[in-house]
Structures are given as C-alpha cells and as structure tokens.
C-alpha cells in the first residue's frame, strides 16, 4: 500500500504543469527558478498565454514596468478571454505612467482604461479592476474621461457586489472631494457590514490627524487579535506621524520587524522608515540615519525616507 501511495503521489508532482511548478516558485519569490521553467514554454503551447502572465508578474514584483508590460500584452493576445490578465495590463500602464513624461502619459491613459474595461467585461465581479477605474476617473483630465461622477457611478456598481468594499471606495471619493464628513460616514458604514474594514476607518482617522481615534481603533483590533500585524505596523505609523506614543509605536514596529509580511502587508522597508521617524523625533539622528538608509537599501523610491535621510544628515 505505501509503494502504491509514494507512485501516485510521484505521479502527480511529475504530471504538474510547467506553469504550476513556477506558480509555486513565485509566491516563494523564487523568480529565478520561475522565469527559467517560464521562459522554456514554447509560443506553440497551450501554457503560452499563462507563462507570459506570471513572467509579467515576476517583472513587475522585479520594479521592471517595461518588461512586465510587453509580457501582460503577449499574454492578452494569446489568450485573450483572461480577465486577470487585462487587469495587470492596466495596472503596469498605469505604473509607468506615474513616472513618465505628459506626452507617454497621454498615450498611455487610454490603453490602461481600455485593458480595465476589458477586465471587467470579461469577469463582472472584478473589483480590482473595477477600483483602478475608479482612480482613473479621480485622476484623469476631463479631456481624457476623467469624472467623479463616473467614479462614483462605479463604486455605486460594487457597492451591490460587496457593499463593505463599495462603500469603502464612496469613502476615498468623498475623500478626493474634500468632503470629509461624507466620507467618514461611508467608512463608518463599510465597517458596520465588515469589521475587517475597521483598519480603513482608523487609517481614515490617522490622515484626518485625528490621532486618538485611530490609536483606539487599532489597540481595539489588538485587543481582539495580538498578532494582527497590520495593526501592529499601523500603531507604529501612527505614532511615528504624530508624535504620540512613541514608545509604544516603537514597541510595535520592533514587533513587525520580526513578522514576515504577506505581499499585501507594510514593508520592513516602510516599517524601517517609520521606525527612523520615531528616533527623528526623540532627537536620536544617528539612529535615524541608519533605519533611514535601511529602509532605502531595501526600497530606493520611499520619498519620506529620502527625505528624512537629507533631515537627519544635516
């Protein structure tokens, strides 16, 4: 029975998909070994389409936009029913734009807005690209089709596929629009339906300089759950911002430098960042110096580290 066991399970390792095997070496940020298991899928197989997506995602994890883009496009012709893929074509063009010259940007705000509305015509239940449009309508010219209206015309849409999430995104419209009880409101009802949202409300708070009711907001999610550490890392931004609780702000980044983050948690870069801040403002520029140059050694574009770092070494 046991050599029966050991073949089929060799059988299924053996039978996983090229594509699976460097699926796998990505999410454990492999990106060597997944681009060489990637790069060896022929145009001629039926993986090829799939194989240029996680190259895409390996390049844009890599900060290498251009790349990561040329490979998302390849991989929308190839297979072009894959909503996930237009959506990561958007947000590579809208990466790059963030640091291009006006005249790319205009070339490129149309082909980012085009590859979300594909996303979303493929898979109606695509939040994410769903969000990004959202942005798009923020941040665009009228003469490109910005409006919030139209935004608010799509967050109004998700609020019926997540009603937490929708009225999360009316918050950070009202937000845009300066109209801050408005969007206090739609942050406040975005956690009565899902108190996992209370993080947005408390970061709501922290940006309002309400710093009290963000400390609170916080400590009660840690009071529910002591490894929480988003809220851990968010205690130590909050202190680092406003000057309050340094001790325990400090406390709780030292905390998250011992937690390996997820990829949709604060960086040890940001946590370094933060943590200089608090040193910054107990007066301990030495320190500062060297938590700030920390956290650019592990992320070279943080500004308010660049910034810090030209502080504290004067």
């Not at 490129?108 to 590859?115: G, I």
Request: neutral net charge; glycine residues 6%.
């Amino acid at each position: 029975m046991k050599v029966i066991i050991f073949f089929l399970i060799s059988c299924s390792v053996w039978a996983q998909s090229n594509v699976e095997k460097a699926k796998t070496y990505y999410e454990a940020r492999k990106y060597d070994e997944a681009e060489k298991l990637l790069k060896g899928i022929s145009e001629k197989s039926a993986e090829y389409g799939a194989a240029q997506y996680y190259l895409g995602r390996v390049s844009f994890d890599k900060k290498e936009y251009d790349d990561a883009a040329e490979y998302f496009e390849e991989a929308t012709e190839a297979d072009p029913k894959q909503a996930d893929y237009f959506d990561w074509l958007g947000n590579t063009y809208g990466t790059i734009a963030q640091s291009a010259n006006m005249f790319k940007q205009g070339i490129l705000a149309p082909k980012m807005k085009r590859a979300w509305e594909k996303a979303i015509e493929l898979d109606a239940k695509n939040l994410n690209a769903r969000t990004s449009l959202i942005q798009y309508y923020l941040q665009a010219p009228g003469f490109m089709g910005g409006s919030v209206d139209k935004a608010k015309e799509v967050a109004k849409q998700i609020v019926s596929l997540n009603a937490a999430e929708g009225h999360r995104q009316l918050g950070a419209i009202y937000v845009h629009e300066k109209k801050i009880a408005e969007a206090e409101k739609e942050f406040q009802e975005a956690v009565k339906i899902n108190a996992d949202y209370v993080s947005v409300l408390a970061n709501f708070y922290t940006n309002q300089k309400q710093y009290d009711k963000a400390f609170a907001m916080f400590e009660e999610a840690l009071k529910k759950n002591q490894d929480d550490y988003v809220s851990v890392y968010q205690v130590g931004k909050t202190a680092a911002l406003s000057g309050q609780r340094l001790d325990r702000g400090e406390e709780c980044l030292k905390k998250y430098l011992t937690h390996t983050p997820a990829q949709n948690e604060p960086t040890h870069a940001g946590a370094n960042m933060r943590l200089a801040q608090i040193k910054e403002k107990r007066g301990n520029k030495a320190e500062a110096k060297r938590l700030f140059e920390t956290a650019l050694r592990l992320d070279g574009n943080l500004k308010e580290a660049k910034e810090g770092l030209e502080r504290v070494s004067k």
